[in-house]
C-alpha cells in the first residue's frame, strides 16, 4: 500500500518562501504525483504536478510562477518550492499519487492515494 509523508509546512511571513516535500514509499503504480492544497471552508485545489517518468510538470495558474515542483527519484521525493508567499497561499498542502493517466493531472479525484498533509500559514 502506497504511503505519503508530507513535510516542511510552517509559519512563515508574507513574502518568504518553504520548501514541502513528499515521501513516497511502496509507490508502483502512479505516473503523476502531485501537490493539492485546501484553504479554510474551500475545497481542495490542484496546484501542481509532474509526470514522474518523463518529468512533464504542469501548474495552476493562480501558482505559476512562485511554485516550482520537482522530484529526486533516488530518494522518492516530491518537491515543492513556494516563493513569495501570500497570505491566501494559507492552506494544508497535501501529495497525491496513483494517477496513470494524463489528461487531469490536476483534478482531485485523480487520485486514489494522499498524504496527511502539512499546513502553511502565512502572515501579512
Known amino acids: 500500500q502506497v504511503q505519503l509523508v508530507e513535510s516542511g509546512g510552517g509559519s512563515v511571513q508574507a513574502g518568504g518562501s518553504l520548501r514541502l516535500s513528499c515521501l513516497a514509499s511502496r509507490l508502483t503504480y502512479t505516473t503523476y504525483i502531485a501537490w493539492f492544497r485546501q484553504a479554510p471552508g474551500k475545497g481542495r485545489e490542484g496546484v501542481a504536478a509532474?509526470?514522474?517518468?518523463?518529468?512533464?510538470?504542469l501548474y495552476a495558474d493562480s501558482v505559476k510562477g512562485r511554485f516550482t515542483i520537482s522530484q529526486d527519484n533516488a530518494k522518492s521525493i516530491v518537491y515543492l518550492q513556494i516563493n513569495t508567499l501570500k497570505p491566501e497561499d494559507t492552506a494544508m498542502y497535501y501529495c497525491?499519487?496513483?494517477?496513470?493517466?494524463?489528461?487531469?493531472?490536476?483534478?482531485?479525484?485523480?487520485?486514489?492515494?494522499w498524504g496527511q498533509g502539512t499546513q502553511v500559514t502565512v502572515s501579512s
Open positions: 509532474i509526470d514522474t517518468k518523463d518529468g512533464t510538470i
Open positions: 497525491a499519487a496513483g494517477y496513470t493517466g494524463s489528461r487531469m493531472p490536476l483534478a482531485e479525484n485523480s487520485y486514489p492515494a
